[in-house]
């Protein structure tokens, strides 16, 4: 097999000139001084995604700031301080952000049977609503939906697996109000 040795001596060149054009991904990408990019924290820049704060009133904001999820005690769907001071935040973006709706989810440990941790899903779905009804959140945007043990986010069988499986997950939404 012949090689044409300008077409490969080309192509190196081209793809080596390629890697090292600091301005090849534009205004705000790494390599744009206004961009300020570190070549030691890649990551860093404002053309990058993880850049900068969130927006307040998103979806990831809420998840990841507020949070969307309190934890129950062992067979218990009663608010604790702790889930208590969780779902006033959530409470407080829901009314900030009167545009999205939200499903709670039920879950349980994967200890009981399915129809008792049905039940007990459901009920702690209804208790965190219930929480933020009360805080001033319209019924109308809320749903609960219950899923016992069937979506645990551990599978193990040690109590701190147990522990993080037992919780209600307030889902953000856009859209009209639920039915």
């Excluded at 097999?1 to 090292?20: D, P």
């Amino acid at each position: 097999m012949k090689v044409n040795f300008a077409a490969v001596a080309l192509t190196a060149i081209l793809g080596l000139a390629a890697c090292s054009s600091p301005d090849r991904f534009g205004p705000g990408g790494p390599g744009d001084a206004a961009g300020l990019y570190d070549p030691n924290n890649p990551g860093f820049g404002s053309g990058n995604v993880t850049s900068g704060p969130l927006d307040p009133s998103s979806p990831q904001y809420f998840n990841q700031t507020v949070g969307d999820r309190v934890l129950f005690a062992v067979d218990q769907s009663t608010i604790s301080p702790e889930a208590r001071s969780t779902l006033v935040g959530q409470a407080n973006w829901l009314n900030a952000n009167p545009g999205y709706t939200a499903i709670i989810e039920g879950h349980a440990d994967e200890q009981g049977t399915r129809e008792y941790n049905l039940a007990l899903g459901e009920r702690r779905a209804s208790s965190a609503r219930d929480f933020l009804v009360s805080q001033g959140v319209s019924s109308s945007r809320l749903q609960t939906v219950t899923y016992g043990k069937e979506r645990p986010i551990e599978v193990c069988s040690t109590e701190s697996c147990y522990a993080q499986n037992r919780r209600a997950v307030t889902v953000i939404a856009a859209g009209a109000p639920l039915s």
